[in-house]
């Protein structure tokens, strides 16, 4: 070995034993402050305030996932309000409507048949009740003939008829002929009459 080579392989373990503390010094320093910086400083810089809360970064895809699947549910909600048409549920409430409808129209042509028989501006066929079973296709009339006098069967047989004249009537299941007497209607006829409808 030379002496040239001696000098510099001291000069070099010299100089890296000066700059190794200076080196040690600035990675100490490094660390610390990168240390006090994720634990103090970050948080404050990169937290986000939604709604009056406070979220960290690294929480912002958690969040956002989970307000993505809130939305989600609210617009099928939505949906299903705002188009129901798709769901069976609507469908058979349109049924309903239908039947309802065709119930009030058949009302209205039961009540203009009982009104044929008004005699001396006195209704003769009272009702007192009016129930329509779509899924039967049954109308169930309940009511009395009065104002008539002894007449209250010839009248009751003559309403029979007029209902099953009506074209929409398939068939009358006629009621029991009575004749009853009170003392503030005089004398009635009561009946049940079921009609069943086309």
Avoid: W
């Avoid at 003939?145 to 009537?169: C, I, K």
């Amino acid at each position: 070995m030379s002496n040239t080579d001696s000098i510099s392989a001291a000069g070099t373990e010299a100089l890296l034993a000066r700059m190794s503390r200076f080196l040690l010094l600035f990675a100490g320093v490094l660390f610390c402050t990168l240390l006090l910086s994720r634990f103090f400083f970050l948080p404050r810089f990169t937290q986000v305030d939604i709604a009056g809360a406070s979220y960290e970064a690294r929480d912002l895809p958690v969040l956002r996932a989970s307000l993505s699947d809130a939305v989600q549910q609210l617009e099928e909600q939505r949906d299903a309000l705002l188009f129901p048409v798709q769901y069976p549920q609507y469908r058979h409430l349109v049924q309903r409507k239908h039947a309802q409808a065709d119930a009030a129209a058949l009302y209205d042509r039961i009540d203009a048949v009982a009104g044929q028989f008004r005699q001396e501006g006195m209704d003769a066929v009272f009702f007192s009740s009016l129930r329509l079973d779509p899924a039967l296709r049954v109308l169930t009339l309940e009511g009395d003939v009065r104002n008539v006098g002894m007449r209250s069967m010839t009248v009751l047989a003559q309403f029979l008829e007029a209902l099953r004249s009506l074209p929409f009537v398939s068939s009358v299941d006629s009621p029991r002929f009575v004749r009853l007497q009170d003392d503030s209607i005089g004398s009635y006829s009561p009946f049940t009459i079921h009609l069943t409808i086309l």
